[in-house]
């Protein structure tokens, strides 16, 4: 993904471990296939393997996994437990993480069930709206909460991330609510901007049209050629 | 957004516009902010302003906007409307695109009603849907159609994009069959890659778990810096 336009700060993830963040979604993706072949049984796998199930280089997948060097094998390829376990481990994902999710509109309550993220560690542990309409209802297994319990909860859980599937009008205050309750990340479905000047929130942004704009972009830009 | 991971070719976008898949993101970004403003009343912005809003520098968004320079002038910024459109008309949103959706589960139902689409000119058209419950039940004003009418609809309608939200599982037969239907591009929510030897299908994929991965390690990376 692409630095600049969706983290906070373009060199952030170079701080401690010197990743870069299209290293970084590699690295997810990398994990996700290995899990796939963990769960069907297989062992050991090779570079070119995994980077063909991606549409990768398989010159790209041994870059990215040299420094698990100790899990590969010329000729015999890569430990999958091992290589998944160390991934995890820089990944930051070898935890659980508590998450909250703010907006239980349609998006919200489709987010709340989606599989992949407790797959991955992520645990929803409560479900927050603003409208009187909707807090009281049930999302899953959860009953929608008002911010009013915020800081409560964030705490009491040790919550560090939230998802955010609000209005774009509401996005800019539910972050600052947030920030000020002790959350450090936001994951932001909002199609706006939520990052301030002089916080230390992390956000990374997911705007579906911009996604559907990109596809517009390469598929014009495919044709006749 | 990154290149590799997320297109089909990584250098498809440099065919015929030489702008790289980091740049039309955004681009993207830029529109969506030109349009607030616009419909705010603006009718002229610096780019410093427009470096604010989304957080990045000044000079990139300079760089990124010089190609349109003739919308620009010193010290009195950028004509909001005629920068919109240009934008638009390099990312092919200066057209409507019909659009169909596969997959009427929880997330497929939320993105039908995501308003965002429908704003940058993206028209839903059709539903489909492989399971006996769910085709026939309405989806906002669509009826969930049987992948049987597939081919008949793309082509009645010019369908080109399609918004794939099916399981794991089912991604792979599903693209195929867009594919023969005459589908050219898939944005894939599908935890899996779809993409294919020899297919000239255009894919970009949004994995909403690798996004709150990507955000857990941002910030473990952020901590004690």
Do not use: H
């Not at 062992?43 to 870059?63: P, T």
């Not at 509109?105 to 993220?117: D, P, W």
């Amino acid at each position: 993904m692409e630095p600049l336009a969706n983290e906070k700060s373009p060199n952030q993830t170079n701080r401690s471990q010197n990743i870069p963040v299209a290293t970084v979604t590699r690295l997810a993706l990398y994990l996700r296939e290995l899990q796939q072949l963990k769960r069907a049984g297989l062992q050991r796998i090779q570079s070119g393997a995994i980077a063909k199930r991606l549409g990768l280089n398989d010159s790209q997948v041994r870059r990215d996994l040299s420094c698990f060097g100790q899990f590969g094998q010329r000729g015999v390829g890569y430990n999958i437990a091992g290589l998944t376990q160390a991934i995890q481990s820089i990944m930051g994902t070898d935890r659980s993480w508590n998450v909250i999710l703010v907006g239980a509109g349609n998006l919200g309550r489709a987010l709340s069930g989606y599989r992949g993220f407790d797959q991955q560690g992520f645990r929803l542990v409560a479900v927050f709206d603003c409208s009187d309409e909707i807090i009281g209802t049930k999302v899953g297994k959860l009953v929608v909460k008002s911010l009013d319990s915020l800081d409560e909860i964030v705490s009491a859980n040790q919550v560090e991330l939230a998802i955010v599937a609000v209005p774009a009008e509401a996005a800019s205050i539910v972050s600052q609510r947030l920030e000020s309750a002790g959350i450090t990340g936001i994951l932001n479905f909002a199609p706006v901007t939520v990052r301030r000047p002089n916080s230390s929130l992390t956000v990374v942004d997911v705007d579906l049209a911009v996604e559907l704009q990109r596809l517009a972009f390469a598929v014009v830009n495919s044709k006749g050629s």
